[in-house]
């Protein structure tokens, strides 16, 4: 059976184009900075596209610490796609408690 950190990795592997190993945080905050420095409209794009929050982002970045911004938004990334993993495990439970007549 696959774990979180596994289906994490694939679907940031999929929004990314990225080949990530099992140090994708580090792999994604390096993606990241480079982004910063190169393509921040398609930073901004792709936290679009994953769905974390702007002013979290800005909440974080603002809070004093020792990590870089790389790897602070990498971290706000990943925990939002453990929140999608977590959420699709939960609605896919309760459909297997549907009748087969019932489903669509």
Do not use: H
Request: proline fraction near 1%.
């Amino acid at each position: 059976m696959i774990d979180n950190n596994e289906i994490i990795q694939q679907d940031l592997e999929k929004v990314t184009g990225l080949v990530l190993t099992n140090n994708f945080r580090e792999e994604l905050a390096a993606y990241i900075n480079q982004l910063i420095n190169t393509n921040f409209e398609k930073l901004v794009f792709l936290l679009y596209r994953i769905d974390v929050q702007e002013s979290t982002i800005k909440q974080l970045l603002a809070l004093p610490s020792s990590n870089n911004a790389g790897e602070i938004i990498a971290d706000a990334i990943i925990k939002r796609q453990a929140k999608k993993v977590a959420t699709r495990k939960l609605y896919k439970q309760c459909n297997n408690n549907i009748a087969d007549e019932d489903k669509w």
